[in-house]
């Protein structure tokens, strides 16, 4: 079956950095459109970044511009999110997605001094 399994968050001090991965299995990788999303506490669940297929890039959230790139690998089944100057809004748990309705159970990011 599909499985998606984020990994890589934690505690980070504000202008910090973080890198996430999402590692996909139960399917075939490389055909997949994968997302990052977000959800803060009380907040709705956010899209994050998209990269297609072929690992055309694009970051959705404004916020997140110029500070997060997102990436893959397909030949390791994995995609990534690097995301520098960290800010306390960034406090969230982060999800991955895959063809638009496999999520995994995401990573919990918190930035904080």
């Known amino acids: 079956q599909v499985q998606l399994v984020e990994s890589g968050g934690g505690l980070v001090q504000p202008g910090g950095s973080l890198k996430l991965s999402c590692v996909g299995s139960?399917?075939?990788?490389?055909?997949?459109?994968m997302h990052w999303f977000r959800q803060a506490p009380g907040k709705e669940r956010e899209l994050v970044a998209t990269?297609?297929?072929?690992?055309?890039?694009?970051i959705n959230l404004p916020s997140a511009e110029g500070r997060f790139t997102i990436s893959r690998d397909n030949a390791k089944n994995t995609m990534y999110l690097q995301m520098n100057d960290l800010k306390p809004e960034d406090t969230a748990v982060y999800f991955c997605?895959?063809?638009?309705?496999?999520w995994g159970p995401g990573t919990q990011v918190t930035v904080s001094s």
């Open positions: 139960g399917f075939t990788f490389s055909h997949a459109r």
């Open positions: 990269i297609s297929s072929t690992g055309d890039p694009s």
């Open positions: 997605r895959a063809f638009g309705q496999y």
